[in-house]
């Protein structure tokens, strides 16, 4: 349940974001702020989290990352400035993005025999809670209203809240004493900055989530310029967001296997580049093929999560690696929402924004060569 809610603030409110800026009053620009804000709170709260679980401990933190979650779901919908929905959408993002750092370790917590198969039951059930809203936020619009079809998911968060409420009863306060499944302090931090590893796992992560982002936040409206309907912007939200449930499943498979799995980025950059020559091209003339292909493309977003594990030795390794590489790859990615929509706001049209986006995959090919050699961060000098 907790895994369910950990996108759906973002995917709920994209294929509706024309509509709501009609009724509140904002312009088609302020979407691409919109379309920052995931990123930006998942890089804040990867930095904050740490100190909420120490303080706290994670059953409590998770506890308050599903009630921010629908607090702010909730809260947002019954505003009626753009000031307040841009503070709400915080609000629940920066609890999805709590929940985007403990609900693993909480995995490994309660399941240590089957660690495997729940992480992959919690990654089907992220992408699920990518995919449903998109589906049907605009008929759940016309049938009852933005306000109804962007609200509804705040019950998601609270009910995703109760079960942790009895587990934390259940607990009576032994969750903080509990280590199991934090990373075990051994030894200095290494120093990550000095690392190419580091800066290439960070370059790679944050480029494809600055492409997921803005591909979540502007294909509506791409589409929408191009003929499409409301309806269907938002059906190739969910597609693209089902091709990435593919990705999750099989891309961390293959980067074990290989030695070097820098041919694997590179089919994606490919995937990449020519759907989005199709999409600025000739964007209805196949949307669904343009979009398949787009959403192979960020597979390089779990192969890196993946390499984090398989590129460092010990726990500490990769809890300092995981923190980097998603701190600064977050903080990266934020920019791409906003700048895609101020380039096409400046430009008024797509020819811009869509390089930007190929400059970016440039940028995440640079990334994958460094984070895809095969060597471990411990062995570094330069991180010593």
């Not at 997921?212 to 936040?217: G, K």
Request: glycine share 10%; hydrophobic share 55%; with cysteine.
């Amino acid at each position: 349940m907790s895994a369910l809610v950990l996108r759906v603030a973002v995917t709920a409110f994209t294929p509706l974001a024309e509509e709501i800026g009609e009724h509140i009053g904002y312009s088609t620009a302020v979407v691409g702020v919109f379309g920052m804000i995931p990123t930006l709170m998942f890089s804040v709260t990867g930095l904050l989290t740490p100190l909420l679980v120490r303080r706290l401990g994670l059953e409590w933190t998770v506890l308050a990352a599903m009630t921010a979650a629908g607090l702010g779901m909730l809260a947002r919908v019954l505003v009626s400035g753009t000031t307040e929905l841009l503070l709400f959408s915080a609000l629940a993002l920066g609890g999805m993005g709590i929940g985007n750092i403990v609900v693993p370790p909480l995995v490994k917590r309660y399941f240590p025999d089957r660690v495997a198969t729940v992480s992959a039951l919690y990654i089907t059930m992220v992408q699920i809670g990518t995919v449903l809203p998109a589906l049907v936020a605009v008929p759940l619009a016309e049938a009852h209203g933005w306000r109804v079809s962007l609200g509804v998911w705040a019950l998601l968060g609270f009910a995703a809240a109760v079960p942790w409420i009895g587990v934390i009863r259940g607990r009576r306060g032994h969750d903080k004493a509990d280590t199991t499944g934090l990373p075990a302090a051994s030894g200095p931090a290494p120093k990550l900055w000095r690392s190419p590893l580091a800066w290439g796992m960070s370059a790679m992560f944050g480029m494809t989530s600055l492409t997921t982002y803005s591909v979540f936040t502007w294909l509506p409206t791409i589409l929408s310029d191009a003929g499409a309907d409301a309806a269907f912007g938002g059906s190739m939200v969910a597609l693209f967001a089902l091709m990435g449930l593919i990705a999750a499943l099989t891309a961390p498979t293959v980067a074990a296997r290989l030695a070097n799995p820098f041919p694997v980025a590179v089919g994606c950059a490919v995937c990449f580049l020519v759907a989005f020559a199709g999409l600025l091209v000739a964007p209805m003339s196949a949307p669904v093929l343009w979009v398949v292909i787009l959403g192979l493309g960020p597979s390089t977003f779990p192969m890196a999560l993946t390499l984090i594990n398989l590129r460092t030795r010990t726990a500490a390794g990769s809890a300092a690696l995981s923190g980097f590489t998603q701190g600064v790859g977050y903080a990266l990615a934020c920019i791409g929402p906003l700048v895609f929509g101020m380039l096409h706001t400046v430009t008024g049209g797509w020819t811009a924004p869509f390089a930007l986006l190929g400059v970016s995959v440039v940028v995440l090919l640079i990334g994958a060569w460094q984070a895809c050699k095969p060597r471990l961060l411990e062995d570094s000098p330069a991180v010593s």
